[in-house]
């Protein structure tokens, strides 16, 4: 999951970053306005996490030109103003939650994968796929009721195949969203991080459409 | 009284009507009276005539005629009768009933009435009645009655009524009455004889009562008519006063934008409307600012929390190297020196509003002020190379010490925080017949037009943004203008942008004072080491310099400051105070 976070305040948007990183999320950031509106624009996220109160352009600018081009991606609010009519306001504009500052962590980190989840038409936090299990809260793969060893990233493919269940998800797509803009990618890390998993899954967990990209049935 | 209306409109309604039906009474009754007299005056005149007819006719024939001559009608009782007589009660009270006496007879008919005696010259009386008595209307004849001395009737006119006897007392002269419908005046005339002239008086009696329902018809038609246009008036009148009360209805259930509307200035309610809009538009400006203030408060006191509390949980979240304990620590001393520094310029400003501190002032030298400020951001200043300009010329005024210092920490701070690397700061202290100035110039990036007329507004910046990297809440010179205000100062702002810009502070000038106590001019007890200026000083430079500048370094250059100042603890001196 790639998530961008728009924040002007240096140090809680490092550690907003570190969370999610620690969340196994692939995080942009941006300082301003203006960083923040080009990368929401240029990528596909599957969560934004948006200030109001940014220099250059201000978070509702943001929010309006995203939802005018028809960008459907959840942004979460992340705000000190909390007067209601500013609530209301924001999830009017198109926000799809709204957080104010000071925030817990761990409230954030679950709101952003509620939205993530319900982005993608899932209520519930658990995916079953034959005999195996995600947790998307504990971020865990069981099988056979046994847990899977993942590394982070591994289990941040799982889960977006998981989360797109039944669809053909191109490489470009799964680049787009396991890998942050500071990731150092490498075009056969994919390769590796599949065949990992189909070591520890089993070989029938992800398929291969060659020239389309994988799928999790 | 709950039957009284409430309402203003009702209430001037009442009581205009009332007034009108007074006024209209009043005039129509005096209109009344006025033409009733007249028409009974006309009449009296025209019994009076025939009476005088009738006494010069009788007067030569009438045995027992006092010896004056014929030539004098006085001989009665004279001049008309009063105008109010028909009024009086001069009627006889004995005639109730207005029956004749017994030899009389009912109506006597002809010239020679029975037992009219033979002296009566009857032929001049007959051409009389014919010239003057004799009418083809009997509602409104004339008649005459003769009366002997014995009250027995010696001879009437053809028309003439039952005619009640006149009183037979000797001290009867004459006598007006109204009876029935009729009017006569009774005269005694010599001897004991009396004549009695009268008029029917249908006609006219029957013309005045035309006359009150005429009067009566046209005041009520008139009262209405005022009523109603006083009603059309009233309501017009009135009228704003409801726009008012409406418009302030508005604003009490939360309208804050809705205005009185204003058609004129120049009447009483106009002149209101107008006072009354712009109260509503001051009180709603106060507002928004509070508003804003409040909602840039919490802003700037959240941020520094929620960096707090994402870095320890995060942090906390599992095990991490030292370097990075190191890092989330750093950010947590940041966002808590900002929110001290907050804090401190939030009390500042609070304490301030509160108007306190006004009473521990005393006579500054101002030079000595701006100078222990430039000491403490000197090394700031070196920073980022920028080269001063002093000209500290003696300035003495009436002031705060720790608050004039606060005014040159942020004017200094902010010179050196929005200057070029290498410019210069020129400071210049001085005084005028009046004033004392304070002027502190950069050549710096200056400010824009649009920005300039807000700039001393609290948590105003330029750039809309958090401009974080210093920590800078916009309010140094929000209270810098605090300050001076509350100094009944004035801070002017030249701006040039790219070019720099110019404050200048000027204060009312200390005067009144002998030189002698010049000696330890700033020397009130307000300081305290440590708990002084740098609460002011809008930035947080630790952050960026942490040779030199650091917030402890600048309390710990506060207390020298206040040390510098000649006898400022404990030597007892206050100035004279």
């Known amino acids: 999951m790639r998530v961008l976070v728009v924040e002007d305040e240096p140090d809680l948007l490092a550690s907003i970053a570190r969370a999610l990183r620690d969340e196994g999320y692939a995080v942009d950031i941006a300082a301003d306005g203006e960083d923040g509106l080009f990368k929401a624009e240029s990528w596909e996220y599957d969560a934004i996490v948006l200030d109001l109160m940014l220099p250059a352009v201000d978070g509702w600018e943001i929010l309006r030109r995203l939802r005018r081009a028809n960008k459907t991606v959840p942004v979460l609010i992340l705000t000190a103003r909390d007067a209601v009519a500013d609530r209301v306001r924001g999830l009017d504009s198109g926000a799809d939650d709204y957080v104010t500052k000071p925030f817990d962590l761990a409230e954030l980190l679950a709101r952003i994968r509620a939205l993530v989840r319900r982005h993608v038409g899932h209520a519930r936090s658990t995916i079953e796929i034959r005999d195996m299990v995600l947790d998307l809260r504990a971020r865990t793969v069981t099988r056979g009721g046994r847990v899977i060893p993942l590394t982070p990233r591994e289990y941040a493919l799982v889960e977006y195949l998981a989360l797109h269940r039944g669809k053909v998800v191109s490489r470009t797509e799964l680049y787009d969203h396991l890998f942050g803009e500071d990731d150092d990618t490498l075009s056969n890390l994919l390769d590796v991080h599949v065949s990992n998993i189909r070591k520890k899954l089993g070989h029938d ?6 020239g389309h990209g994988y799928l999790m049935e | 009284m709950n039957w009284v209306p409430r309402s203003l409109r009702w209430r001037l309604q009442l009581w205009y009507a009332a007034w009108l039906a007074v006024v209209l009474a009043a005039f129509s009754s005096t209109a009344y009276s006025l033409v009733r007299h007249n028409r009974w005056r006309h009449v009296d005149e025209e019994i009076e005539r025939r009476f005088a007819a009738l006494t ?15 030539g004098r009608p006085d001989l009665l009782p004279p001049g008309p009768p009063k105008p109010s007589s028909p009024r009086e009660p001069r009627e006889p009270p004995s005639n109730p009933d207005r029956r004749l006496p017994p030899e009389v007879g009912a109506h006597p008919r002809g010239p020679h009435a029975e037992g009219s005696p033979n ?4 032929a001049a009386l007959d051409a009389l009645e014919l010239n003057l008595f004799k009418t083809r209307r009997t509602e409104s004849a004339f008649y005459y009655v003769l009366f002997g001395p014995g009250g027995n009737v010696l001879r009437s006119s053809p028309e003439a009524p039952a005619v ?14 109204q009876l029935d419908r009729r009017r006569e005046h009774v005269r005694r005339l010599w001897a004991g004889f009396t004549l009695t002239v009268g008029k029917f008086a249908d006609a006219d009696l029957r013309e005045l009562e035309r006359l009150r329902w005429v009067l009566a018809a046209a005041a009520s038609g008139v009262w209405l008519l005022g009523i109603l246009g006083g009603a059309w008036l009233t309501g017009r009148m009135i009228r704003p006063v409801e726009r008012i009360a409406s418009t302030a209805q508005r604003i009490a259930s939360g309208d804050l934008s809705a205005r009185v509307p204003v058609t004129e200035t120049e009447s009483e309610l106009g002149r209101l409307a107008a006072t009354l ?5 001051r009180l709603c400006e106060t507002l928004a600012r509070q508003v804003r203030f409040t909602a840039d408060a919490s802003h700037e006191l959240r941020t520094p929390v929620a960096v707090v509390l994402s870095q320890t949980e995060s942090i906390l979240a599992r095990e991490r190297s030292a370097a990075e304990y190191r890092e989330a620590l750093e950010a947590c001393r940041r966002a808590a020196r900002r929110l001290r520094h907050l804090v401190e310029s939030l009390l500042v400003l609070a304490r301030l509003d509160a108007g306190a501190n006004s009473e521990e002032r005393c006579r500054v030298r101002l030079e000595r002020v701006v100078a222990d400020a430039i000491e403490l951001l000197r090394p700031l200043a070196q920073q980022h190379e920028l080269q001063w300009e002093l000209d500290l010329q003696p300035a003495e005024c009436w002031a705060n010490a720790e608050q004039l210092f606060h005014v040159a920490v942020n004017l200094l701070d902010n010179a050196i925080h929005y200057n070029r690397s290498g410019g210069t700061i020129a400071v210049r202290t001085g005084e005028t017949d009046s004033q004392v100035v304070l002027e502190v110039a950069d050549t710096g990036l200056g400010i824009a037009p649009d920005d300039l007329p807000h700039i001393f507004e609290r948590f105003y910046r ?17 209270i810098v203008d605090t300050i001076v205000r509350a100094h009944g100062g004035t801070i002017e702002v ?34 305290e080491p440590g708990c002084k200026p740098a609460a002011a000083v809008d930035n947080e430079s630790s952050t960026s310099q942490p040779k030199g500048c650091d917030h402890e370094n600048l309390d710990r250059r506060d207390s020298g400051v206040t040390r510098q100042q000649p006898g400022a603890m404990g030597s007892g001196e206050k100035a004279g105070l």
Do not use: Y
């Open chain 2, 277 to 281: 809009n712009a109260t509503f538009d």
């Open chain 1, 205 to 210: 967990a992800i398929q291969t459409r060659r």
């Open chain 2, 462 to 478: 330029a750039d809309k943004s958090r401009a974080r990297m210093d920590g800078r809440a916009g309010l140094g010179l929000a």
């Open chain 2, 494 to 527: 030249h701006s040039v942008p790219n070019e720099g810009s110019r404050f200048t502070v000027r204060l009312g000038r200390a005067i009144g004072w002998t030189s002698r106590a010049d000696e330890n001019p700033v020397n009130c007890e307000v300081v």
């Open chain 2, 119 to 122: 002296w009566l010259p009857t």
């Open chain 2, 164 to 177: 009640s006897p006149p009183p037979t007392s000797d001290h009867f002269r004459d006598q007006v009455r």
């Open chain 2, 56 to 70: 010069a006719v009788l007067r030569p024939t009438v045995p027992g005629r006092p010896p004056f001559g014929p």
